[in-house]
Structure formats: C-alpha cells, structure tokens
C-alpha cells in the first residue's frame, strides 16, 4: 500500500511573521563629544552618569603647558565637596611598564593640584563603564 505524504508545516513560529512583537534592543547614541572636547565612548558614558547625578566636573584637565617636556592630562576632576581626580583606563590590553607609568601620573596628578588638597586619584577601568546602567551604578557607588 502506498502512502500519500503531506506537507506539515513546522510547529516552530517565523520570526518574521510570529504574533508577538519583536523588540530590538535600544541603540545607543554616542557623540564622541564631552564638554566640546572628543572623547572616547566610555568616557562619555561616564560624563553622562556624572550629568545624571548633577556631579560638577571638569573634562581633559591640563596638567602644564601643553606641548611641553612632562606635559599631561587628567580624564575628570570631579568637584563633589572636595577635588576627585579621576582617571578612565581603556579596555584592552596593558604592558608591563603600565602600572608603574600610572603610579607615577597619580603622583604628579597629586602634586600639581597639593593646593586644592585633592582626594586620591580614583581609577576606572572600562569594564565598569562598558554600557550606560553599568557606568551609571559605578558613579552612585564612588560618588553617592
């Protein structure tokens, strides 16, 4: 005897034509724009968190004369009943030297501003400022 086969579609819903909606998740729009200087995404996430919480701040601080010999720059100083140097350390890989290089920068972050009486200089890395909820969390927790 032979059989006559059917087609059966599958149980399994297109998505393209399924009854629920399908939400994409929001993008998010970044400028690479803070206080009119450029900056870099997870500094602006940061500025942003700061913006959020009404935090005062000042972005790309020049330590010295731009251009010259020993010449740097301070991501944030953050003015919150005191002086919050702040540096953001990118993602990605860091060589050996780098800590050292850093230790040395936090120290001459120190003493150029021993007139203000700052706070130590608070470092963070990129991961705690990878997605906007992720670096608004890190701001209510260093500055609550």
Same mark, same amino acid.
């Given at each position: 005897?032979?059989?006559?086969? =059917?087609? /059966?579609?599958?149980?399994?819903?297109? +998505? *393209?034509?399924? @009854?629920?909606?399908?939400?994409? %998740?929001?993008?998010? !729009?970044? $400028?690479?724009? +803070? !206080?009119? %200087?450029?900056a870099?995404?997870?500094?602006? /996430?940061?500025? @942003? %968190? *700061?913006?959020?919480?009404?935090?005062?701040?000042?972005? @790309? #601080?020049? *330590?010295? &004369?731009?251009?010259?010999?020993?010449?740097?720059?301070?991501?944030?100083?953050?003015?919150?009943?005191?002086?919050?140097?702040?540096?953001?350390?990118?993602?990605?890989?860091?060589? @050996?030297? &780098? &800590? =050292?290089?850093?230790? $040395?920068?936090?120290?001459?972050?120190?003493?150029?501003?021993?007139d203000?009486?700052?706070?130590?200089?608070? /470092?963070?890395?990129?991961?705690?400022? %990878?997605?906007?909820?992720?670096?608004?969390? =890190? #701001?209510k927790? *260093?500055?609550?």
């Amino acid at each position: 005897m032979i059989k006559r086969y =059917t087609y /059966r579609p599958s149980k399994k819903e297109d +998505v *393209l034509f399924s @009854r629920k909606p399908v939400v994409a %998740a929001e993008i998010e !729009q970044l $400028f690479g724009i +803070v !206080q009119g %200087a450029d900056a870099s995404d997870i500094e602006e /996430r940061f500025a @942003r %968190a *700061l913006d959020k919480k009404n935090k005062e701040y000042i972005f @790309r #601080v020049p *330590l010295g &004369q731009r251009g010259e010999p020993g010449w740097k720059e301070l991501d944030f100083m953050v003015i919150d009943g005191g002086y919050f140097p702040v540096e953001i350390d990118e993602m990605g890989f860091i060589h @050996r030297g &780098q &800590q =050292t290089q850093d230790q $040395f920068k936090d120290a001459f972050v120190m003493d150029y501003f021993k007139d203000y009486n700052p706070f130590p200089v608070k /470092r963070i890395t990129g991961e705690r400022l %990878a997605t906007q909820e992720i670096a608004d969390q =890190t #701001v209510k927790e *260093l500055f609550p």
